[in-house]
């Protein structure tokens, strides 16, 4: 009915929270010079851009779904379970799968976070090594 409201909420928040990172970082970078090293890291920001890319898309894909199913309608109040008086229905599944969804895509998120700082630190030992042998 509206689980896609959750993830898209979370999208919400995430993107103004990338914004604010992101102009941080370009900050920082004009009042610091980068080492080599740093091409190798990802920054925070970008990180937060996955994660906001995976749930605005799962959003979008959801609420195409419920759309398709006349779940959602172009016509006030959009949800046809607030409509039919199915509001407790409604955020119950919100609850529920809306939330686990949400953590899901998160935790996903933060899976792929922990490989890139892996592999971002094989990389940073790997031109060290580099380094040492030239």
């Known amino acids: 009915m509206a689980c896609f ?3 898209a909420s ?7 929270i990338e914004k604010i990172a992101r102009s941080r970082e370009n900050e920082k970078k004009d009042l610091t010079v ?3 090293t740093d091409n190798l890291k990802v ?13 605005w898309g799962g959003s979008a894909l959801l609420a195409f779904e ?7 309608v ?3 109040p959009f949800l046809t379970a607030v409509s039919d ?7 119950h599944e919100m609850g529920t799968a809306g939330v686990g969804m949400a953590l899901l895509v998160t935790a996903v998120w933060g899976c792929m976070v922990a490989v890139s700082v892996i ?8 031109s060290d090594d580099i380094r040492k042998e030239v």
């Open 5 to 7: 409201l959750v993830p």
């Open 10 to 16: 979370e999208a919400v928040v995430t993107t103004v």
């Open 34 to 36: 980068t080492a080599e």
């Open 43 to 55: 920054s925070f920001s970008e990180k937060l851009g996955w994660l906001n890319r995976m749930l």
């Open 66 to 72: 419920h759309l398709w199913h006349g779940e959602v």
């Open 74 to 76: 172009p016509t006030f």
């Open 85 to 91: 008086g199915e509001t407790s229905e409604m955020l």
């Open 119 to 126: 592999i971002g630190k094989r990389g940073v030992h790997a």
